[in-house]
């Protein structure tokens, strides 16, 4: 799975380098930090059959049901994938879909968060919208080269705390 990781990542990094390349506010794009890639499998079968494979490389693992659909984010603990990603995310297909399998998208941590929008605006040639995913996720999709970037302003790992700490609050009554 290694393996398959890090040649998708190298193939998107490439392509990330061209939409770079070709912006007007090169600075904003290159500034971005890649934090986690996501992975898309047809079904909790193949899922489990993945997170098998990166289980024990891993010292944190959050299972998450969203959406229908599990969502497994990894934190690798001793090497970083290509581009230094650390944070793995397996994602089941939800139900009804055909969306491709494979590497989905790649998050990008984004500290501009007030430009983000005004940048995008100038950039006359690309697709991107406002996303979110319940009330702990949210984030900006850029699509380019038939992949897909999120460019957040925390890291994936943020929802997993908040959803953890919902459960701790129904559990103490707080």
């Given amino acids: ?6 040649q998708a990542i190298e193939e998107y ?12 506010n090169r600075t904003f794009f290159e ?12 079904d909790a079968e193949e899922l489990h059959v993945r ?15 969203v959406n229908d659909r599990w969502l497994v984010t ?12 650390s944070v793995v995310k397996l994602m089941q297909r939800r139900p009804g879909s055909s969306d491709a399998v494979g590497l989905d998208h790649i998050d990008f ?5 007030d430009a983000v929008a005004t940048v995008l605006h ?17 984030w900006i999709s850029v699509w380019f080269a038939g992949s897909e970037a999120k460019l957040r302003t925390d ?9 953890m700490q919902d459960i701790e609050r129904m559990l103490i009554g707080a």
Wanted: hydrophobic fraction near 35%; charged fraction near 30%.
């Fill in 74 to 85: 990894m934190h690798l603990k001793d090497a970083a994938l290509a581009w230094d990603i």
């Fill in 122 to 138: 100038a950039e006359d040639d690309l697709k991107w919208n406002e996303e979110r995913n319940g009330e702990h996720c949210k």
């Fill in 51 to 65: 997170f098998n494979e990166l289980r024990d490389s891993c010292d944190q693992i959050h299972f998450g049901w």
């Fill in 13 to 24: 990094r490439r392509n990330w380098q061209s939409l770079v390349k070709g912006r007007r």
């Fill in 109 to 113: 941590y984004c500290t501009e968060n």
């Fill in 155 to 163: 890291t994936v790992l943020a929802p997993c705390i908040a959803e």
């Fill in 31 to 42: 500034k971005q930090k890649p934090t986690a890639v996501a992975w898309k499998m047809a």
């Fill in 1 to 6: 799975m290694k393996n398959e990781l890090n």
